[in-house]
């Protein structure tokens, strides 16, 4: 791990809003990460409304794979 990136807010609109400010202005050069991953996380409609489970991503993560 070379970061760890955290937002905040009063709701989780309001964090998920800085989160996707913060991704949205984050460039990491010479190395592979996952930040489109993250992004494209956020951009979930189903993550957003918080309608995951702790297996939400790995789910996801297998669905790309097929």
Same mark, same amino acid.
């Given at each position: 791990?070379?970061?760890?990136?955290?937002?905040?807010?009063?709701?989780?609109? *309001?964090? %998920? @809003? @800085?989160?996707?400010?913060? +991704?949205?202005?984050?460039? %990491?050069?010479? %190395? *592979?990460?996952? +930040?489109?991953?993250? @992004? $494209? +996380?956020?951009?979930?409609?189903?993550?957003?409304?918080?309608?995951?489970?702790?297996?939400?991503? $790995? *789910?996801? +993560?297998?669905? @790309?794979?097929?």
């Amino acid at each position: 791990m070379i970061a760890k990136v955290l937002a905040y807010g009063d709701t989780r609109d *309001q964090a %998920i @809003r @800085r989160m996707r400010i913060a +991704l949205s202005e984050m460039a %990491i050069e010479g %190395i *592979q990460t996952n +930040l489109a991953l993250h @992004r $494209e +996380l956020l951009a979930d409609a189903h993550f957003v409304t918080g309608g995951t489970s702790i297996h939400y991503l $790995e *789910q996801k +993560l297998a669905l @790309r794979g097929s």
